[in-house]
């Protein structure tokens, strides 16, 4: 992850996001980041003081990210504080030299340990989400789509033809009734054109002629 990006993942996307995996890329370089950020503005105390309030809460969150990308829990942090705290004590305390410097460098370590470590399974997820170096959020399981249901036609079944003499259905189109022989009734014709009429039909609608009084 380039420097851009690291910032833009830290300050924008997940600022606030525990949750997923950090690449030791996007830790180191937000890391310099800070530490550059701070130095600089300390000269100036209210943007000195803005400046370190508003890096705490990414700190915190990318470090955390960073732990999960090692396959260990964001709490294991803490571990290193307690050890600095721990060896600002022991000065307050007049403890005796050796015992500030062991604390010193072992939250010093612990902290450069799990910084420069190799994630456990790079490039796959693990229990803690998906691959670093990501803009998204840990990736969820999409469910899918659910079935479209096709809408059907019913269409309506054509009632066959029956012979008016005996009742047996006609197969299409014939003009005598295979069980009878009896003819299939035509429609009325124009006697002038032929044209196909009503049976109440009194003029032709073709020719105009006269059919009925």
Known sequence: MTFRD?????????????????????????MLFTAVATAVLENIPVLGMIASLAFILPSVCVTSRRLHDIGWSGWWQLLPLILFLASIASILFDVSGTTFVL????????????????????????????APDSFN??????????????????????????????????????????????A??????????????TDDSRFCTQCGAKLKD
């Open 184 to 197: 299939w009734p035509s429609a009325p014709k124009c006697p002038s054109c032929g044209k196909e009429l």
């Open 6 to 30: 690291s910032l833009r993942n830290c300050l924008t996307v997940k600022y606030c996001c525990v949750q997923g995996r950090a690449s030791r890329s996007e830790y180191w370089w937000f």
């Open 103 to 130: 604390l010193f460098l072992g939250g010093l370590g612990f902290a450069l340990y799990f910084g420069i470590r190799k994630g456990t399974a790079p490039g796959e997820p693990n229990p803690y989400g998906g």
């Open 137 to 182: 959020s840990p990736s969820r399981p999409v469910k899918p789509a659910p079935a479209q249901v096709e809408d059907f036609v019913l269409e309506e079944e054509a009632t066959p033809a029956v012979c008016p003499n005996c009742g047996k259905p006609f197969a299409p189109e014939a003009r005598f009734c295979g069980h009878c022989g009896h």
